[in-house]
């Protein structure tokens, strides 16, 4: 999110206190740190564990509430008092943290805990995924056969709101902004910006409505590659037709380079005809992904599966092969029958061997009768199975599944477990996971709605993760198994 700092201003733990004559005075903002309340000569809240005149004040806050000099009312929410300074005879220096801060520009004041009815959202880069624009240039060729910038044309056609999502839980519309900053007479600067509006049927609290935006980022991160880091949010409570801007250390990444935007594997053109239905998924507001648990074994895999993609961890290859296994642990255990043998079956097998069993040591018999009652099918059994759901899917990355699953999973069982034997090459582990978590990539989209074909379409347009794409199709085009640990 991008961070801001707020002019200095009058605070208390209500907005009747804050309002007072003799109130605090600190400047709050969102930097680096997260988010802060700087007070130089005063104090809001208590110090941990410091009793004074036989009482301990607080050391939190559920709100603490502000004017800024600039004209802004602000809250911050889930406040502590994080460090300071205090001088006998004198003065008390406080730093407070917070979980977030809110801002209304010209409010007298709001209510933070109120329900939400609507918000608004910008992503990175979202502009470059929706391609399109309603102002274009128009070049032409000199009689030197240079091109020459001639006119910037408007079209209002291609400036109106598109509808994203429209469902019984809510409307999602991408809307542009276009400014020209300055004009000078030898420069004209022109910036496109994308947003998003999300209208909420019913109301939503805080949480969920958090909950949403950052499901929409993911979303987004999924289509670009790269991480639509949220870039700025404003709320619309019950009652109240303010927007309220809302700061907090949201999860980021750097910002990705041309090439990458270039590489963006799903833009919306490749998704227009039926995003809604890729969102409804998403979000499994129709249920399209299964009941809670099958649809929650999908967000898990989803999740990991953009970390490793798309947010640009620096962190051991290891962990992220542990990690892209996990994802397609979960994608393989959704929708399937865990099970080794059908119910009847199984008893019947465990009755054959209870009687089989009669004479031998005990010991043994301990042994086998503490396993006989397992019936549940192995990681390497999923994912075979996996792999033949969705052969159409990924036959064109991996044509030979079965030394695909063999080398994924000696690399799982190695690092999961922190086994010594069998360490893959580094070289050939990166490109295992990165292939990976591809494959993973691959079965998510089918399983949001989109074709088999689409999908290779777009990723071998895109050149998205290239490489990756290339060794895979490389090292298991045969038939013969080879020894990944070389």
Not at 193 to 200: A, E, I, M
Not at 400 to 419: I, L, M, P
């Amino acid at each position: 999110m991008i961070p801001s700092k707020f002019a200095q201003g009058a605070w208390g733990k209500s907005w009747e206190e804050a309002c007072k004559t003799d109130a605090v005075q600190g400047t709050a903002g969102l930097g680096e740190e997260g988010v802060t309340l700087d007070i130089p000569c005063g104090k809001l809240l208590g110090i941990p564990n410091v009793v004074v005149n036989g009482t301990r004040e607080s050391s939190t806050a559920d709100f603490l509430y502000g004017f800024s000099q600039d004209g802004y009312a602000l809250v911050l929410g889930n406040a502590v008092y994080s460090g300071g300074e205090t001088h006998y005879p004198g003065m008390m220096h406080q730093v407070i943290r917070a979980d977030y801060l809110m801002a209304a520009k010209g409010c007298s004041e709001f209510d933070p805990s109120a329900q939400i009815k609507k918000m608004d959202i910008e992503l990175r880069n979202l502009a470059d995924w929706y391609g399109k624009s309603a102002y274009c240039m128009i070049y032409e060729a000199d009689d030197q056969k240079n091109i020459c910038f001639k006119s910037l044309e408007y079209r209002r056609g291609d400036d109106e709101p598109c509808i994203l999502l429209n469902n019984d839980q809510c409307t999602v519309t991408l809307f542009s902004r276009y400014a020209i900053p300055r004009l000078n007479n030898n420069e004209m600067t022109f910036r496109h910006r994308c947003g998003l509006s999300v209208d909420f049927l019913a109301s939503k609290s805080l949480e969920e409505a958090l909950s949403f935006a950052v499901g929409l980022s993911k979303f987004f991160s999924l289509c670009m590659g790269f991480h639509a880091s949220i870039q700025t949010l404003k709320f619309y409570f019950d009652g109240n037709g303010t927007p309220i801007q809302y700061y907090a250390p949201f999860l980021d990444s750097p910002a990705p380079s041309k090439n990458t935007i270039c590489s963006m594997p799903f833009p919306y053109r490749a998704l227009e005809a039926k995003i809604c239905i890729y969102l409804n998924r998403w979000f499994n507001h129709c249920n399209e992904m299964g009941d809670e648990k099958d649809y929650g074994l999908i967000k898990r895999a989803g999740n990991m599966i953009i970390s490793v993609l798309a947010y640009g961890w620096k962190m051991p290859v290891e962990l992220q092969c542990v990690s892209v296994s996990q994802a397609l642990e979960a994608i393989s255990k959704c929708k399937t029958d865990l099970k080794l043998w059908p119910k009847m079956e199984h008893k019947r097998i465990q009755k054959e061997l209870m009687e089989r069993m009669k004479g031998i040591p005990e010991e043994y018999s301990e042994w086998i009768q503490s396993r006989i009652s397992q019936n549940s099918k192995g990681a390497k059994r999923l994912m075979n199975e996996l792999m033949d759901r969705q052969r159409d899917v990924i036959e064109w990355l991996v044509p030979n599944t079965d030394q695909f699953v063999h080398e994924q999973q000696t690399a799982r069982n190695t690092y999961s477990h922190g086994s010594p034997a069998g360490v893959v090459d580094p070289p050939n582990l990166y490109w295992l996971t990165i292939g990976a978590a591809l494959v993973g990539y691959a079965i998510l989209w089918h399983l949001l709605g989109m074709e088999s074909g689409e999908i290779q379409a777009e990723l071998e347009r895109s050149r998205f993760k290239s490489k990756a794409v290339e060794w895979l199709q490389q090292r298991y085009c045969e038939r013969d198994v080879i020894d990944i640990s070389r």
